[in-house]
């Protein structure tokens, strides 16, 4: 396991910009199951070059917006929120399951296995780029997935792997009944990543 570089699109994330996002959020008091496998996960990894993620800032991203947040204004923000809501208006509220967490080459990270937010996260994608266009829409964000923690140096990844099969409980479910327009920062130095609330927006 190596270090993780937050990236803004194809480059690394330059340190106090901001950009706009969209995320489906991890709320662990709607989820006490997630809570528990994400502090168990802690723990089996305590000591570990890890930067764990703070229980108020899981989620999975629906769509990264690429270009610096400063340059979207009011209107254009107020369009986007329109635009994600109207795309999701006919999705019915539904759980997810969160999967067991795995090591990856940058951190450790949990899958998700349903499939009702890939169609969410489609159509959120193709409502950002209706509303700022194809090339300022980030690309693919990969498999739908929660981050657990993000490395900050080198770990033996036989050693992870073998941490994180203590864990339980191994998987857990999520309630989804809106997404989540937000304005992120990312500290390249502590691995943390933080954000403010442009709009909840809800599902039909």
């Known amino acids: 396991m190596r270090a993780f570089t937050f990236r803004q699109g194809a480059v690394p994330w330059p340190d106090g910009l901001t ?6 959020l991890g709320e ?11 502090a168990s996960c802690r723990e089996a990894t305590a000591g570990e070059p890890l930067a764990h993620i703070n229980d108020d800032r899981l ?9 610096p947040a400063r340059t979207i204004g009011a209107e254009q923000r107020a369009a986007l929120g329109a635009a994600i809501g109207h795309a999701t208006g006919g999705v019915t509220p539904f759980t997810i399951t969160v999967t067991e967490p795995v090591r990856v080459l940058t951190g450790v990270l949990c899958g998700i296995a349903d499939g009702p937010l890939e169609r969410v996260r489609r159509l959120v994608s193709e409502a950002a780029r209706s509303v700022l266009g194809q090339a300022a829409v980030g690309g693919d964000t990969g498999p739908l997935h929660m981050s657990e923690s993000y490395a900050y140096a080198d770990a033996d990844d036989a050693r992870v792997d073998e941490e994180l099969r203590a864990v339980r409980p191994r998987r857990a479910t999520v309630p989804v009944d809106a997404v989540h327009l937000v304005e992120v920062s990312a500290d390249q130095a502590t691995k ?3 954000w403010q609330l442009i709009a909840r927006i809800p599902l039909a």
Do not use: E, F, N
Not at 19 to 24: N, S
Not at 28 to 38: C, E, I, K, N, T
């Open 19 to 24: 950009l706009l996002h969209v995320y489906a």
């Open 28 to 38: 662990v008091a709607r989820s006490p199951g997630l809570g528990a496998l994400m």
């Open 59 to 67: 989620h999975v991203t629906l769509c990264q917006v690429a270009v």
């Open 192 to 194: 943390a990543v933080s």
